[in-house]
């Protein structure tokens, strides 16, 4: 209470000035209709300035909620974003699938997959695909990109993820087939000697074969629809018995630039492997 | 109580010339319409600075209240006379450098030059001119107009108000 009436004791004077000023200006004021409407008019108007005066400041003090608020939405839209742009991408991936399949390619059903990470400097290279066994990925699927170039083979999955043998890896064996000029079909054997990632060995080629370099090999695989390409022949030679051709063949696909391939399962491979078994009691 | 009659006297003859003179005189509108001697303030202005702060702000509002109803001024008299009184002590430091607090006004009245107290009253006219007229109209619309009137009534108030300042200073402070 002292302190109150000390402080009043302080400030009287202005409190008396401001007292008696209001007097007057209201007296002045309310003199006439014009002085009235003027001095309502500057009232508001200066009103209105210190009321935005401190909404500006009220708002810049609320600025670090404003901002944490942006940025937890900035968060989520891009979570959203991102989500799209996942599907976008499957999409895009599933069109690849649709484009490379064609009329021949009835017994085989085809769909895509993103090259999650791959090795191209070893002699057991491999690839890891983005599509598990969640993804109906089996082992023994095919493997090529969506210009048809032979990639490899699936040998094993997991949940998410799928690990292809490609061409270069040193275990790798399959079918291969040259087709002469005059369509005539000659069968040989894919392997890689570990010399070059960007080179395999085509083996067991027919002496019958009109070779030449620059010839195409296609895959011959029950694993494989036609016209999937391993290579052209750059070079080659005969063994020593005259009996049959080896050749160097330049790979298609660039094995470690691949990024987006297509999976090619064989509906009848189940029981094609059956038959062969059966075959070999 | 005695020693401040001479300060009563010189209120009510400053009033009374600025009621029944300088608002009598009929110099035409033309003229009027520029210029509007006001001495009024002076009475203010040349109080003792011994004084406390409220009773200068009681004065200038019983001064400004006699002239609302005398001349009808409905409280624009005393609403722009209020304000000088709450300035009076920057007014005379910032234009003679000398603090009111520091002596009496008689003794540092008649201390300062000629320059130095023309200085004091014609910028404390011109800021009282200013604020009434401005309070006056409420607009800025003819800033020109407005602008001339204020300088031509402050010089016509301070060129009357000159004698009245010599003539308080050489009668009463002097005595």
């Known amino acids: ?281 | 109580m005695y020693k401040y009659m001479s300060y009563v006297w010189m209120s009510l003859a400053v009033l009374f010339v600025q009621i029944f003179i300088l608002d009598n005189i009929n110099i035409g509108a033309s003229v009027a319409i520029w210029m509007r001697p006001m001495i009024f303030p002076l009475i203010v202005l040349l109080l003792p600075t011994e004084w406390k702060m409220i009773w200068v702000i009681v004065v200038a509002y019983v001064t400004g209240y006699i002239m609302d109803i005398s001349l009808g001024g409905e409280g624009l008299y005393a609403a722009t006379l209020l304000p000088i009184a709450v300035i009076r002590p920057w007014l005379l430091y910032l234009t003679t450098h000398r603090s009111l607090e520091a002596d009496g006004q008689s003794h540092l009245l008649l201390r300062l030059n000629v320059r130095q107290l023309m200085t004091y009253i014609a910028a404390a006219l011109l800021v009282h001119h200013a604020l009434f007229f401005f309070m006056e109209v409420l607009s800025f619309g003819d800033v020109v107009r407005l602008m001339l009137t204020i300088v031509l009534s402050t010089l016509m108030s301070l060129l009357i108000g000159w004698f009245v300042v010599r003539l308080f200073i050489s009668k009463v402070l002097v005595k």
């Open chain 1, 1 to 281: 209470m002292h302190r109150l009436v000390e402080f009043f004791r302080r400030i009287y004077v202005v409190l008396i000035f401001l007292l008696l000023e209001g007097i007057a200006l209201w007296q002045y004021a309310t003199s006439s209709p014009y002085t009235e409407a003027k001095i309502f008019a500057r009232t508001t108007a200066i009103g209105g300035a210190i009321s935005g005066m401190v909404s500006d400041v009220e708002h810049f003090f609320s600025l670090p909620e404003e901002n944490r608020r942006l940025t937890r939405r900035v968060a989520e839209l891009e979570a959203v974003r991102v989500q799209e742009e996942e599907i976008i991408a499957s999409m895009m991936l599933d069109s690849l699938a649709l484009k490379a399949y064609s009329e021949q390619d009835a017994n085989f059903r085809f769909s895509a997959a993103r090259v999650s990470s791959s090795t191209s400097n070893r002699k057991r290279n491999y690839i890891i695909l983005d599509r598990g066994a969640g993804d109906c990925m089996k082992v023994n699927m095919g493997v090529m990109t969506p210009e048809r170039y032979m990639v490899g083979y699936v040998t094993s999955c997991s949940e998410h993820y799928s690990v292809v043998e490609p061409i270069i890896n040193d275990k790798f064996s399959t079918g291969g087939r040259l087709i002469d000029s005059v369509a005539n079909n000659f069968y040989c054997s894919i392997t890689w000697d570990a010399k070059s990632r960007y080179h395999a060995l085509a083996s067991d080629i027919s002496v019958n074969v009109d070779i030449a370099e620059g010839m195409t090999i296609e895959v011959s695989s029950e694993r494989m629809p036609r016209g999937v390409v391993v290579g052209t022949i750059e070079s080659y030679d005969i063994n020593s018995a005259q009996t049959a051709y080896s050749a160097r063949v330049k790979l298609a696909a660039d094995m470690s630039a691949v990024d987006n391939v297509i999976v090619v399962e064989s509906v009848h491979y189940d029981e094609i492997g059956t038959l062969i078994k059966d075959d070999e009691k």
